[in-house]
Nanobody
Framework: QAQVVESGGGLVQPGGSLRLSCAGS????????MDWYRQVPGRQREFVAG???????TYADVVKGRFTISVNAENNSFDLQMNDLKPEDSATYYC?????WGQGTQVSVSS
């Protein structure tokens, strides 16, 4: 019954890159609020980046300059490009499309 699915997680070395994708059951272009969050055990779910509509993008300070979000109309996906990954970025990453959450995709950054 999941309407939102994340993909692209995996294991990378520090300094490496990953691209996460998020797809839902409706057109991405019809959703005006799209966000990425992440969570590690014992901690609260943390905002990472989001598209607020009207061409407004926002990033958490801890990822600014390293992470980039984009809307891919051809793939009907909401993507998170993560560069210069650090061990502190290790978490389960969740996509929020409108009011709908995905199940998450795991990212592990380790040497």
């Amino acid at each position: 019954q999941a309407q939102v699915v994340e993909s692209g997680g995996g294991l990378v070395q520090p300094g490496g890159s990953l691209r996460l994708s998020c797809a839902g059951s409706q057109s991405i272009l019809s959703i005006f609020n799209m966000d990425w969050y992440r969570q590690v055990p014992g901690r609260q779910r943390e905002f990472v980046a989001g598209y607020m509509g009207d061409g407004v993008y926002t990033y958490a300070d801890v990822v600014k300059g390293r992470f980039t979000i984009s809307v891919n109309a051809e793939n009907n996906s909401f993507d998170l490009q993560m560069n210069d990954l650090k061990p502190e970025d290790s978490a389960t990453y969740y996509c929020l499309l409108g009011r709908d959450w995905g199940q998450g995709t795991q990212v592990s950054v380790s040497s």
